[in-house]
């Protein structure tokens, strides 16, 4: 490790090992440029900012993107709508999932995955995650009743989960599987395009993913009925069925329709993509090549791999305690970092935070949908999922990207080298 490496850590007053800011720049936006310029602009020069005017169908900026996505995945069908997690709600509400049902999700994901849930009525199911971040397929098995009707897989921090154990165990209790690829749009599985596996796929477009247009979100399926049950629940007008065939029965929708500027500012996004994934997957694959000669941190063995987008650095060290040092530790070192869950910060990736969920609360003041089954002992603390919660707590967090470079992955991986000969 060398002599730098025993140096007094910056935390008691050495020498820090870097003094410029780490890179922590949100990834799409910072690829914003020329091209979406001109694509709003002509949107503007058009004044057709409405997806559904009667004329001009077939120069919609919103198809457009749909289109892209549907060649992107190698869905047949797709639909943008407003955000990730109208996204969600249209998947569930495509599937079939209301009132009393059960959906299962992971303790580890963004409170949108739990609130969409109950937005439609149905109970959301925690389970515990594994190793790599994403849900644990032994434990999804074990939380499965009569009563649940599907699974939201949320492939977290751009890593996938184990999809042939889920789509297996999905199979056997005949549930849906919707895939929140919110986190880790462009990763793949065993060389399948993540949201493309599942019965629905759903993605954000908001700012801190990978490709962003602000706020925005898109839903992808083969099924043409689920496609158009999501269609007719984003808008409660059916527009779209002006111009196609509708197969399925009315029902009430809301509006989470996507604006052709949103939409023109997104597209041609996804041709950016491969080139800004191809870079941080290098760079996570270089980090933790040689953070694993590291004895004294842990990283899962997905981590850095082909299901691995590179997105985030997270590493597991023995305690809670050396975490929350650890993390200081870093930041001081110049690489900001965090301690996942300390108890302290209200992280929404971290279920306990969930203050609605926790105490069962709709935003009338009541119980809905818990109150709809009194007799089902639906309790949720710290004890319903403590491997994630115990896992969490010894996790370290660094945010990567595309624009990190080997000088800073150098800094890195010196900083953690040296606080590892210090504090653990």
């Given at each position: 490790m060398g002599m730098k490496a025993m140096d007094t850590l910056a935390l008691y007053g050495g020498t820090p090992v870097r003094t410029k800011p780490w890179v922590s720049k949100y990834m799409g936006s910072e690829e914003l440029g020329t091209e979406e310029k001109e694509r709003v602009l002509d949107v503007l020069e058009k004044k057709r900012i409405f997806r559904y005017l009667p004329k001009g169908l077939e120069?919609?900026?919103?198809?457009?993107?749909?289109?892209?996505?549907?060649?992107?995945?190698?869905?047949?069908?797709?639909?943008?709508?407003?955000?990730?997690?109208?996204?969600?709600?249209?998947?569930?509400?495509?599937?079939?999932?209301?009132?009393?049902?059960e959906v299962i999700l992971p303790a580890y994901t963004w409170v949108a995955t739990?609130?969409?849930?109950t937005m439609v009525g149905a109970i959301p199911v925690l389970c515990e995650i594994d190793e790599s971040l994403t849900i644990d397929p032994e434990d999804l098995e074990q939380r499965i009743t009569p009563r649940t009707k599907a699974v939201i897989?949320?492939?977290?921090?751009?890593?996938?989960?184990?999809?042939?154990?889920?789509?297996?165990?999905?199979?056997?209790?005949?549930?849906?599987?919707?895939?929140?690829?919110a986190q880790a749009n462009g990763g793949t599985y065993k060389g399948r395009?993540?949201?493309?596996?599942?019965?629905?796929?759903?993605?954000?477009?908001?700012?801190?993913?990978?490709?962003?247009?602000?706020?925005?979100?898109m839903l992808v399926t083969n099924s043409e009925e689920l496609w158009q049950r999501a269609v007719l629940y984003h808008?409660?007008?059916?527009?779209?069925?002006?111009?196609?065939?509708?197969?399925?029965?009315?029902?009430?929708?809301?509006?989470?329709?996507?604006?052709?500027?949103?939409?023109?500012?997104?597209?041609?996004?996804?041709?950016?993509?491969?080139?800004?994934?191809?870079?941080?997957?290098?760079?996570?694959?270089?980090?933790?090549?040689?953070?694993?000669?590291q004895p004294k941190i842990q990283l899962a063995?997905?981590?850095?791999?082909?299901?691995?987008?590179?997105?985030?650095?997270?590493?597991?060290?023995?305690?809670?305690?050396?975490?929350?040092?650890?993390?200081?530790?870093?930041?001081?070192?110049?690489?900001e970092a965090f301690h996942v869950y300390d108890g302290v910060s209200n992280d929404q990736h971290i279920y306990v935070n969930w203050e609605f969920l926790m105490s069962k609360r709709d935003p009338w003041g009541d119980h809905y949908p818990w109150s709809l089954r009194p007799e089902m002992e639906m309790e949720?603390?710290?004890?319903?999922?403590?491997?994630?919660?115990?896992?969490?707590?010894?996790?370290?967090?660094?945010?990567?990207?595309?624009?990190?470079?080997?000088?800073?992955?150098?800094?890195?991986?010196?900083a953690i080298n040296k606080i590892a000969v210090r504090l653990l």
């Open positions: 120069t919609s900026e919103c198809a457009a993107l749909e289109a892209e996505y549907k060649s992107f995945l190698g869905t047949n069908y797709a639909l943008a709508v407003n955000s990730g997690t109208s996204a969600l709600i249209c998947a569930l509400v495509a599937c079939g999932v209301g009132p009393g049902d739990a609130a969409a849930i897989v949320v492939h977290m921090r751009g890593i996938s989960a184990a999809m042939d154990s889920i789509m297996f165990i999905a199979k056997q209790h005949n549930l849906r599987v919707i895939e929140d690829a395009m993540l949201g493309s596996i599942g019965d629905v796929g759903c993605f954000s477009l908001q700012q801190s993913k990978v490709i962003t247009t602000g706020e925005g979100g808008d409660g007008a059916g527009y779209q069925f002006r111009f196609i065939e509708r197969k399925v029965p009315a029902f009430p929708g809301q509006n989470y329709r996507l604006t052709e500027l949103q939409a023109a500012l997104s597209l041609g996004q996804l041709q950016k993509m491969p080139r800004i994934l191809e870079q941080t997957r290098s760079n996570k694959q270089k980090i933790v090549s040689e953070l694993r000669k063995p997905v981590f850095g791999g082909e299901e691995d987008l590179g997105l985030s650095l997270i590493f597991y060290v023995p305690s809670r305690e050396s975490a929350k040092n650890v993390a200081e530790a870093l930041t001081a070192e110049g690489i949720y603390s710290a004890s319903t999922c403590p491997f994630t919660l115990e896992l969490l707590q010894r996790a370290v967090q660094v945010h990567l990207n595309h624009l990190v470079t080997q000088d800073d992955m150098d800094d890195l991986l010196t």
